[in-house]
Each structure stands twice: as C-alpha cells, then as structure tokens.
C-alpha cells in the first residue's frame, strides 16, 4: 500500500511535529506519525535513504534474519542469497521502506541547532518550527576513540570502524584492531586475509554460542524488560548485544585460529608502534579503532539538556525531563530497551508517538 504524501507536510513552516535523523529510527516514528493527524516531516542529513548504513563497510553483515530485523509494519524481504542481510540488502529495505509508506522526509537537511521559541521549538538550518521534536539521530556520526597518550604522535593511518570500508585497503600491512565486540571481531576476521593482525581489547572477548544470534538476544532481553516491569526476578542473561555473535565470517575465522587471543590495551603509541606498560612494543602500519560511538546530540546543546556522558534524562516514552517538546528515540537502552537496533526500534517508536500525540492533544 502506497500512501499519497499530503501537502501540508511537505510545505509548512511551523509543523507538529519534526523528526531530526531519516535512518531505522525516524523511519519508524513516521510510521506511526502517518497514523496521526499530526502535521509531520523527516529532516535527513544523507543525500539518500539509509542513515548510518550508509556508512558501514561493504561486508557489513546482520546479526539475525531478515524476519526479525524490521522496522513496523512491514518484514525485511528475504537476503538475496540466503543468510542474514548484508548492509546492501538493509540499504535497499530502508529506501523501498521510506517510499512505501510515502513518508515525508526533506534531504539533505542538516539541522544545526534547536532553540526554544514560543511556538515550540526552533530547528536551525531546516527553516521550520515545531510544537513537538523527536530527534533520532543515531550514534554514528559520533564515534568514540580514547584518548591513548600519543595518539597524535602515530603516523600511520587511524580510522574509526565508522570509516572503514574494505580490508584490500590494508593489504601487507600490520594492522591493530582495537576492539573486543562484534565490529572488532568482523573486521578482524576478514582483515585476517590481507593484513597482519594484532587484536587489542580491554577485556578477553565473549563468545556467544553458535545457535545464539541477535533473535534469540532480542528474546531474552525482552524477557528481562517483561520481568522488570512485573516486578518478577528476571530469567538468566544468556549475553549481551555487546557480545560476539558468530556470524559466518566470524566461525569461518575462528576455525584458522584468528581469535586464539587478544592483547590488553597498550599504554601509549609512538610513531611506529604502539607500546604496553610491559614495555613491548608492537610496529603498526594502521590502527582501526572498533570502540564504540556516542549519541550524536551536538544540536541540542543551546537547550543545555546533556549530562557527562552526552545522555539526556528522559522519561518511559523518552520525553526529555527538562524540555517536555522533545523526545529522543533510538540512541541505546536509555531511551527504550533496544531501541538501537533494527529490532527494537519499533517498541521506543510507537511509545514516542503516543506520547507525541498525548501532549500536543
């Protein structure tokens, strides 16, 4: 089913409700926001559909099937050539996603600052005004790298897994992979095949078992939420999402010995090398840093809402605490178990909007 795009949407000024971030998350909110009166738009930064996907490397591989990887109302269709999608299924699935429901969403549009005037809230560099704004930017463009004494010292190259894209790149090189979760242990193993790896983690990496994938994570922990809200003792965690799911590249590589051990985190880096406290020392022609991101909220700094950890306090439906005209969707467990993921967007989303259309009623 094709929904005509109304008018209203795409050409008002001051709306009901803006959505900062066109990826999984406000896609997801605007499904339920075509369930509404609410006058609505989607402001992307992207050129096109996909959000962060855009930007994962070429081998970019789900974690569960199609079936259980999709946004509200409508399945994820089936990888090309079986398996669990790859980034360019999840890509096409998210373009189609966005013209099947006709969702109205304005790109590129980069929103630069909200602000706080009397009609509700101001987005900068969109040209609109909203009474109600729910931002799901993401994490993505926010990647996290620690800050290693002599980091700017290194010469060679340093990227973040958001940049990386193909391990051909790396060929003949020596290459430290900082990381000990699912990025970490994908790129490593098909770097393997080009490069010589050097696998650093804070931590011994976790396994999940083979028969566990990001279904049978989203289950449990889902099970957990359940008993939390029931005030009943929650069933054993069987793993994290931050833990290893073996993947095929990943059991492919296990079986050559790739992950037979990981070296604790060095204390500093040279110009060639990074160096423990130990006093090894290690040369590297590259490092990929596959630690971790931080919620991307820079535009809402002038509402001075950001704790020291860049969270936001919010409520069950993630309205902001202190600014009662927006909402945060999809950045992590604080603003909705899962809701960072493909999986459990659509929970965090449908609880947004219903909240969205309580208190502009």
Known sequence: MRWPRRVAEADAGVLD???????????????????????????????APGGAWRQGWESLTLFSP????????????????????????????????EAR???????????????????????????????????????????????IPGRDSFRGVQMHSAQYRRP?????????????????????????????VTWVTERPPVFLPDDVDGRVLFERAT???????????????????????????????????????????FARLEAEAAIWADGKR????????????????????PLGLQDPEGHVAVGPEGQALAEPRLWLLGYGDWTGMASATLAGVTRAARGVVQGVVRALA
């Open 101 to 147: 429901y006709a969702l109205p969403v304005r790109r590129p549009v980069r929103v630069g600052a909200l602000r706080r005037v009397a009609e509700g809230l101001r987005l900068e560099g969109a040209g609109v005004t909203a009474r109600a704004v729910i931002s799901a930017t993401g994490t993505w463009s926010h990647p996290f790298i620690p800050d």
């Open 223 to 265: 099970a957990r939420w359940q008993a939390q809200l029931e005030g009943r003792p929650p069933p054993e965690a069987l793993g994290g999402l931050g833990n290893i799911v073996a993947v095929p590249a990943v059991r492919e590589a296990r079986t050559r010995g790739v992950f037979a051990h990981s070296l604790r985190p």
């Open 168 to 196: 051909q790149d790396f060929a003949g090189q020596h290459v430290l992979v900082v990381g000990g979760g699912n990025s970490g242990a994908q790129i490593l193993a098909e770097l393997s095949r080009h490069a010589t």
């Open 282 to 301: 290690i040369p590297a022609d590259a490092i990929i840093w596959c630690t971790g991101f931080r919620p991307a909220l820079g535009h809402l700094a």
């Open 17 to 47: 409700v803006a959505v900062i971030g066109g990826g999984q998350a406000g896609l997801a909110a605007g499904y339920f926001l075509r369930r509404t009166a609410l006058r609505f738009a989607i402001l992307d930064e992207g050129a």
């Open 66 to 97: 199609a079936a259980w990887s999709s946004l509200p109302g409508w399945a994820m269709p089936p990888a090309a050539e079986g398996g669990n999608p790859s980034r360019d299924d999840v890509l096409a699935y998210l373009a189609a996603y």
